[in-house]
């Protein structure tokens, strides 16, 4: 907070930035945000991957220009997190998910029953609660559709068949994350541990997603109606964010999470012929909040506490779980000629689904300093290393 | 506060919105602008006085459902009147105003000054301090060139003598308006009213803003050739936004207003090539803010203070001598054969930026909640006027 309390205070409310202050932080965390990106960019690495970085030089590891605690950063950072499941789900497509088949359900349910048995494993045997080891192993089934399709795209293999399956199981991936991201979220909330409600929540996440989708489709030609009538300026950006935002919030108030009403409201309007339109106003809005959710994340992560040599074996425990058990589901995708290994390297980066975890994690109480950072750690260099590995096993350059 | 309060609030800080709080929030936020635009439209008024109406019926006058003195929803409205100005700024052609010249030049100034004092006898009539007096003077200078270009071009005059002579006018109020807001802020703000100090701040305000130009436009190639090197997505927008949203911080660290900051980065950045893309990508972000601006500009309309007689009279005092004032302008516009009275009328709309001196003058304490509201319904009725009366004029319906 040393810059930010340099500027203006006057009348403002404590814990709330003034506009001048708000302005301050955007241009840090923009300039931030781009020099890691380009700098990842230019390394052939993945933007998030330089955007995290640049979080961690700006914040309370180093020149702590970006105070990560801060409450008005923190809802805007989730606000950017809504926008981007929003978009994820716009970007998604559960017919192509249909047609890849069967190895696309193998890798994706295989790439998430390992790497958390793997991540559980590896909590319980430095003798976490299992409320901790759970949350972990949850954090370790993420897979980035983001990153991964990004990455296939730079190596030209989006349309080959190792590309259509990783980004199917991907797909699968994302909507079953942010079932198991709410189921935790609940169990974190202070629901019981029992089966039954645990069960409940699956119940209550699978049935908004999917009530949400049956309703929405029935809703969307009404929503299309609608938007033909308007004709003040903005008129679809609006629409589409009045669909998002009252399923997000919906979704919360039924005891799932924002992220899931938003990833639905996306599904259900990737099926309209507006879906590009949506997409294209949606992306400058997105790029204004969510790099102050990358760089707060990072900025957010304390070094010191790898000081701590505990932390440091977790978090290398917990990298080697997370790339051994993701390109382990790899070889689930029997029939098909296509590399398998490649496979599993593509499922690797955690990215930002995996940092919304250790960000529910670390605000919702369960995980301590140590866990939290091992897990963002880890989600760093699973990031690093996927498209290295992908790279390395496809014996190409990136584009 | 009523519907919010019935959200979750959970571990929230007093005064900060939760996640969930704030989407129900802008979701009530869009549709009652949505709304409002769509009628006023349909009613062939300006949108801006739709979303005004509909925001004083979810406000403190009607449902309640929008609390105006929420601090998230102020930082994000000024978030958004700050785009606002940018935007502005990137519409605005200095050079435009220069070619149509000395009439541009006289209705302008005459369009400033007979307002100003107009509003101040209203006031002084009444009995005010000379401070309530010049700050409601200065509010009745500005001109909304977005309301004026919007009503110019939709009948058909924005080609026309009339056209150019009005948009010319209205940008140079824009300019001098938002050194009149930062003037009158810095009297608010508690500096002295003695000649020197409002001849410095006058100094300060049209130096930062010529010396924001001039270096700006030094800085305009190095931008470009930075907006060129960058590969990352959304690189131009966020180019753009630190571009502004530092320049913007930098007038208020100086004194001056934020506003005047993103207003003369979007005149540099008008200078650009690259202009209509960054307003493309611009666009939909103000969408995304500028109604929460007008909507809880809305909601603060208390219209139980119209109870009061004197509130009502110095509405409608003030609305007539407004009317008057802008419609004298006209015939400032000599050696012309455009209808000199359409040019007056053109220039009635107060819109945003009147909006923007009664939210400064009420949150620096300077405009009691009789002057406040007594204020806004005169930007509501000249909204509502100028086009009616430049129709009127015209002798033609709006295409």
């Known amino acids: 907070m040393h810059f930010l309390a340099a500027g203006p205070v006057g009348e403002v409310i404590p814990g709330l930035l003034s506009l001048g202050q708000l302005l301050a932080s955007l241009v ?3 300039i931030a945000s781009k020099v890691g990106g380009e700098l990842a960019l230019r390394l052939k690495q993945p933007t998030v991957l330089g955007e995290l970085v640049a979080g961690l030089a700006v914040g309370v590891s180093g020149l702590r220009w970006i105070d990560p ?5 923190l809802l805007l950072a989730q606000v950017g997190v809504t926008l981007l499941l929003f978009e994820i789900g716009l970007e998604s497509d559960l017919r192509g998910l249909l047609k890849v088949g069967k190895q696309s359900l193998a890798v994706g349910l295989v790439g998430m029953v390992v790497p958390f048995g793997l991540g559980y494993l590896v909590m319980q045997s430095v003798g976490t609660t299992s ?4 949350f972990v192993g949850a954090a370790m089934t993420a897979t980035s559709i983001g990153i991964t399709a990004k990455v296939l795209s730079d190596l030209g293999y989006l349309t080959r068949d190792e590309g259509k399956i990783i980004l199917g199981a991907a797909v699968l991936d994302d909507i079953l994350g942010v079932v198991v991201l709410s ?3 609940s169990i974190a909330g202070g629901a019981s541990l029992e089966l039954g409600s645990v069960l409940w929540i699956v119940g209550t996440s ?6 949400a989708i049956v309703l929405g489709n029935l809703a969307l030609p009404l929503f299309l109606r609608v938007v033909l009538i308007l004709r003040t300026r903005g008129e679809l950006l609006t629409a589409a964010l009045i669909f998002a935002f009252a399923l997000a919030y919906l979704a919360e108030q039924l005891g799932s999470a924002a992220i899931i009403g938003a990833f639905a409201a996306g599904l259900v309007l990737a099926e309209s012929d507006r879906r590009h339109d949506i997409e294209k106003q949606l992306r400058p809005v997105t790029d204004f909040f969510l790099p102050i959710f990358f760089i707060t994340v990072g900025a957010g992560v304390d070094l010191a506490l790898l000081q701590n040599p505990q932390a440091l074996g977790l978090a290398l425990a917990l990298t080697v779980a997370a790339v051994v058990g993701k390109l382990f589901c790899g070889y689930a995708a029997v029939g098909t000629r296509a590399n398998r290994l490649a496979i599993g390297a593509g499922m690797v980066p955690r990215g930002e689904v995996g940092l919304v975890f250790a960000s529910v994690g670390l605000t ?3 995980l301590n300093g140590v866990n939290h950072t091992a897990l963002i750690i880890m989600v760093l260099l699973t990031t690093f290393l996927g498209p290295l590995l992908l790279n390395w096993i496809l014996k190409k350059e990136p584009a």
């Open 69 to 73: 605690s801060q409450p008005v950063l």
């Open 183 to 185: 189921v935790v979220s």
């Open 28 to 30: 840090i965390i923009y």
């Open 206 to 211: 699978l049935g908004f997603l999917i009530g």
């Open 131 to 134: 409320l901790v080891a759970i």
């Open 364 to 366: 919702s109480g369960v």
